[in-house]
């Protein structure tokens, strides 16, 4: 699941003590292959700062019953706008990130050198309007077929040598846990935005909100779009760093590790869904092993004037 939402301002110091409290790892398994599961670090993503201890070094271990007090000076020139943190550890990074371990690392915007229009749906005086949106995928639990070339959640339960599965009771009278969870209708690959399932994010007609959203994962790429053509959707920064003018998108590309942020507005009362829906156009421009999400992320519910 997410992590909390950390805040900075350009200058600061960012204090943070890593506590690991996981179990012991398996057997020590071979370098570039999935291992050490419970071994941690912490990584700021997109952020221009030292990678030297005691700040943002990927080489940094903190096994299980570890600590390590990181101290990260934000550069006082540093860009204002939307990054991110996860845990680095090689062999395991993945692992953790396409098990939710990420959050958002927001470089606070000046309100003095903002436009009235962006100050007014932006943190820090209109935090209300400001909507960090982190969608994760879940792993995939039970089994993936080739030309995929990765494993479950099981397989690299398997690779580990950690036996623990869930329970394989029948969830209906026909249907065991294992045929459900493997069923593609039942959408188990399916992404949560900030640790839920499909939430609804609710606006007024014309109000004007800023989503600042981060895809997780490892090869997901989401194909954004608000169903239906009542909410306008503009590109107002990407990978936390502003645009020099906010354009209109109907459809935008987001993939792993990268970030938008837009501003919404609906002009209709209703419900609406924001999915990723690739074409078969858009599939084609993917190689593997990127992975398109096609389903819904959140419901946008319009009611009401502002
Ligand atoms: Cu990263």
Redesign the pocket.
């Known amino acids: 699941m997410p992590g909390p939402t950390l805040r900075v301002r350009p200058g600061d110091t960012l204090n943070i003590k890593l506590v690991n409290e996981l179990g012991g790892n398996q057997e020590a398994r071979p370098n570039n292959s999935p291992r050490h599961p419970n071994n941690t670090n912490l990584?700021?993503?997109?952020l221009h700062v030292s990678p030297l201890e005691p700040q943002d070094s990927p080489c940094v271990l903190v096994a299980p019953g570890e600590s390590y007090q990181y101290q990260i000076e934000i550069p006082s020139d540093h860009a204002r706008g939307t990054f991110?943190?996860?845990s680095?550890h090689h062999g395991a990074?993945g692992f953790h990130?396409n098990s939710g371990m990420a959050g958002f690392l927001i470089v606070e915007d000046d309100p003095t050198v903002m436009s009235d229009e962006l100050d007014a749906i932006s943190c820090p005086n209109n935090c209300e309007h400001d909507v960090p949106l982190l969608f994760g995928p879940w792993f995939i639990y039970v089994v993936i077929t080739p030309p995929v070339d990765f494993q479950s959640f099981a397989q690299l339960q398997d690779l580990y040598g950690d036996n623990v599965r869930l329970p394989d009771y029948n969830v209906t009278e026909n249907t065991t846990l294992t045929d459900w969870l493997m069923n593609p209708e039942n959408e188990i690959h399916y992404f949560l935005t900030n640790g839920q399932l499909q939430p609804t994010i609710t606006l007024k007609k014309h109000e004007m909100k800023r989503f600042r959203m981060l895809c997780v994962g490892l090869w997901d790429v989401l194909f954004l779009t608000i169903e239906g053509s009542s909410c306008e959707m503009q590109v107002l920064a990407w990978d936390g760093l502003y645009v020099d003018r906010p354009y209109t998108v109907t459809k935008v590309v987001l993939g792993t590790?990268e970030r938008l942020d837009i501003a919404v507005k609906c002009s209709e009362e209703g419900s609406f869904k924001m999915k990723s829906a690739p074409s078969a156009d858009d599939l084609l421009s993917l190689g593997l092993p990127d992975i398109a999400y096609t389903g819904i992320l959140a419901t946008i519910v319009v009611n009401g004037n502002v």
Not at 43 to 46: I, K, Q
């Open positions: 990584h700021l993503h997109g991110w943190y996860h680095h990074a990130m590790g």
